[in-house]
């Protein structure tokens, strides 16, 4: 199947600092990837949608200046947390989606910012 | 009203025992369904996803109601392994019903098979 591959899978970093998160699609080419984030005990909520080659596109509420995503090839997708505070401490994870077989998702970031 | 609803729970049942989720979902152009199995601190993966003639997959049973925009999973015989969170998860339509390809996920339903 599908592999979607995410670095890194953890980090911690100090509060106002920028942390960048990969996804790359392994062995398939992804024109659209979505980004999602996840709060302990709550479900995924889509951030934004990554599309190779032109602007993303942000969900109602997300800040696009605070999360910037670059979708440079049709291999991977970037999301850049800016000037991280402890509030974005979560857990990031990217997919591509395969129109019939739903979505694979990268393994996701787990976000500590202290 | 969220777009996709389903009971926290969470579901604890003996090893072997037959166990059912509900899922409602509120855009009635959604055209594609799935469920999908999260286990802790891990991403999400794929089981199955749902149409509406029902489908099995071993133990694995998903049914979908498109006039009251219900899903259900069910698992028989639970084992062990089988604890997890399950993800009711829809595609997002969009203007003129297009298709997105947005997943939109509801909270989960975690099951916890005991011995």
């Known amino acids: 199947g599908a592999v979607v591959s995410q670095h890194p899978s953890w980090v911690i970093c100090k509060s106002g600092t920028s942390v960048k998160i990969e996804c790359r699609s392994l062995?398939?080419?992804?024109?659209?990837m979505f980004w999602y984030r996840q709060f302990p005990k709550q479900s995924l909520m889509l951030m934004a949608t990554?599309?190779?080659?032109?602007?993303?596109?942000?969900e109602q509420g997300v800040e696009k200046d605070k999360f910037l995503i670059n979708h440079a090839s049709l291999t991977l997708s970037t999301l850049t947390v800016t000037s991280a505070h402890p509030e974005d401490s979560s857990f990031y994870i990217c997919?591509?989606?395969?129109?019939?077989?739903?979505?694979?998702f990268g393994q996701g970031t787990r976000l500590t910012v202290v | 009203r969220k777009e996709v609803e389903q009971d926290p729970g969470p579901f604890n049942v003996p090893e072997g025992a037959t166990v059912a989720f509900n899922c409602t979902y509120s855009?009635?152009?959604?055209?594609?369904f799935f469920w999908y199995r999260q286990d802790c601190r891990k991403e999400p993966k794929l089981l199955m996803s749902?149409?509406?003639s029902g489908n099995e997959d071993g133990r694995f049973t998903a049914q979908l109601n498109r006039a009251s925009q219900y899903i259900s999973l069910l698992i028989r015989d639970s084992k062990l392994s089988d604890s997890a969170t399950y993800l009711c998860?829809?595609?997002?339509?969009?203007?003129?019903?297009?298709?997105?390809?947005?997943?939109?996920f509801g909270q989960g339903t975690t099951l916890q098979v005991k011995p």
């Open positions: 997919s591509a989606r395969v129109w019939t077989s739903g979505a694979f």
């Open positions: 998860v829809v595609n997002k339509r969009g203007e003129g019903s297009s298709n997105t390809g947005k997943l939109i």
């Open positions: 749902v149409y509406s």
């Open positions: 062995d398939f080419q992804a024109t659209t």
């Open positions: 990554s599309n190779e080659g032109s602007k993303a596109t942000y």
């Open positions: 855009n009635s152009a959604s055209q594609s």
